[in-house]
Each structure stands twice: as structure tokens, then as C-alpha cells.
């Protein structure tokens, strides 16, 4: 089966370091991909993974552990702009490029 | 989002009524699919196209019919409308990206539909 976790929702400062986590348990992986999500807006792409360690983009930096299924988005000097939805999706092994989501984490930025 | 392009952006339905709801791109690529968005929840995957003439089912299918007959169409039929289908619609294709090697997903504006 396909299965995303994340917390449905999360709390920081402005300013503040946040780490949102998810894990999966798929039947096949070819990549994982964090998306921003704000509220009445179109899901739009954050990160990509699909080796083991740490991309790094600007602010935002993602981690890979192929072997214990898990992934997280870090994200550093938080500003009211990013409170959103933050999406975690894993591509499937076959050739159809299709990407199961987990039902995403609210975050809120606070002063 | 230039290249994906819906239409309608918002739709009140009554039930049993049908509807297409269009997805237009203008990137010549052959991946497209289509998710649905309920409150509060990820995307889920009702159909998608790995190119003309080609269609397959994805996670939640059921109520959904969709046709590929050209690259640049892929619109979604709701034959007959029912209150579970009230959801956010997004076309997705595959996006131009700044790495082109990862695949990434590049959605449409959306399509608030509404099942009254």
C-alpha cells in the first residue's frame, strides 16, 4: 500500500528554524518532492530528493533517508510569507511519473 | 502558471448534472494528470495521460471519465454530479523546472467545483 505521513499542523516564530517531517511506506520510490501550498493558491514546487542527504535552496534545505522511509523540509529565518501548506509526495517506480501526496502540514508563522 | 490552463475556475452544480471541466497546455508535453484537493486534505490522483490517446486511472477514478486527443487537451467529464465530488480539481503537467531531470509536477490554477 501507499502510505504519507506528516503532522497535520505546526506553529513557529518569525525569524525561527522549523522542521517538518514526513515518513512513507510506498511500493516503489523514484524521488520525493516537498511542495508550498498557500491558501486558494496551486500547489508550487519546493524541493526534490532522490538520493540519500541534504539539498540545500536558500532558505529552504531538504533531507532524504531512503532506508528508513523519511524525509524533512527545513526551513531557516521564517517569514510571515511562508505560512502555508507544506506538501510532501513521493514519485512511484514506474514510468508514469505519478506522485502520491501526503495531506500536507499547515504551518503558522507567528510575530 | 502560463502552460496549464482550466477552465472553469468556479462551478455550483446541482446533482445528477454533468460537467467537463477543460485543462489546456501549451508546453507540447505528454504527461498530464488530473487531482482533486478536499479541505484540509493532499491531493488525491483520479486520472492521467502519458500522452495522446492514452489514459489510465489513478487512485480515486470512480465518477470521472477523461479523453486524450490531443497533447495539449486533457479534459475531466463528471457524468453525474454527486456532493462527494465537491472538491478543489488541479491539472498538473510535467513542469519546466529549473532541473529538468526531476520531474516536478506544475499545476494549473485550480477548479472550485461545488455539488449542491
Known sequence: ??????????????????QINCTYQTSGFNGLFWYQQHAGEAPTFLSYNVLDGLEE???????????KGYSYLLLK????KDSASYLCAVRDGGATNKLIFGTGTLLAVQP | NA?????????????GQSMTLQCTQDMNHNYMYWYRQDPGMGLKLIYYSVGAGITDKGEVPNGYNVSRSTTEDFPLRLELAAPSQTSVYFCAIIGPGDR?????????????????
Do not use: C, W
Open chain 1, 1 to 18: 500500500g501507499q502510505n504519507i505521513d506528516q503532522p497535520t499542523e505546526m506553529t513557529a516564530t518569525e525569524g525561527a528554524i522549523v
Open chain 1, 77 to 80: 529565518e521564517l517569514q510571515m
Open chain 2, 3 to 15: 502552460g496549464v490552463t482550466q477552465t472553469p475556475k468556479f462551478r455550483i452544480l446541482k446533482i
Open chain 1, 57 to 67: 535552496k536558500g532558505r529552504f534545505s531538504s533531507f532524504l533517508s531512503r532506508s
Open chain 2, 100 to 116: 529538468p531531470d526531476t520531474g516536478e509536477l506544475f499545476f494549473g490554477e485550480g477548479s472550485r467545483l461545488t455539488v449542491l
